[in-house]
C-alpha cells in the first residue's frame, strides 16, 4: 500500500509532492522514497507523518510487519551479532534476499 496520504486539494498536493522530493533527494524512485519514509518514521514517529505526508496507519504496519519478519528469522540467521531492533531495513532487506 501507499505510505504517502497526498491531499486532494492542489495547493496541499504541491506541499506533499514538495516534502516527497526533499525526503529523496530528488532521487526518482518509489522504492528509494518507501525506504526514506521508513527510515524517517522510526527516527521521528509520527512527526514524520506529518512532515512528509506519509499515513500513520500505514507506516504502523510497515513497523509491525517488519518485526514479524524479524522474529521469524531462522535461528541461524538470529545468531549473526545484532540487535533485531537496531538492524537497519536495508540490512534486512538484503538479509531476505539472501535467505531465497
Same mark, same amino acid.
Given at each position: 500500500r501507499e505510505p504517502f496520504a497526498i491531499p486532494i486539494n492542489a495547493y496541499d498536493r504541491k506541499q506533499g509532492e514538495q516534502a516527497i522530493a526533499r525526503l529523496t533527494g530528488r532521487i526518482n524512485s518509489d522504492h528509494f522514497a518507501f525506504y526514506r519514509a521508513y527510515e524517517e518514521y522510526t527516527r521521528q514517529g509520527h512527526?514524520?507523518?506529518? /512532515?512528509?505526508? @506519509?499515513?500513520?496507519?500505514i507506516?504502523? /504496519?510497515?513497523? !509491525?510487519?517488519? !518485526? /514479524?519478519? @524479524?522474529? /521469524? &528469522?531462522?535461528?541461524?540467521?538470529?545468531?549473526?551479532?545484532?540487535?533485531?531492533?537496531?538492524?537497519?531495513? @536495508?540490512? &534486512?532487506?538484503?538479509? &531476505?534476499?539472501? @535467505?531465497?
Open positions: 512527526a514524520a507523518c506529518r /512532515q512528509f505526508y @506519509l499515513s500513520s496507519s507506516m504502523n /504496519q510497515v513497523h !509491525r510487519t517488519r !518485526r /514479524q519478519i @524479524l522474529d /521469524q &528469522l531462522p535461528n541461524s540467521v538470529t545468531e549473526i551479532p545484532f540487535a533485531h531492533s537496531s538492524i537497519s531495513t @536495508l540490512t &534486512l532487506v538484503e538479509l &531476505l534476499a539472501s @535467505l531465497g
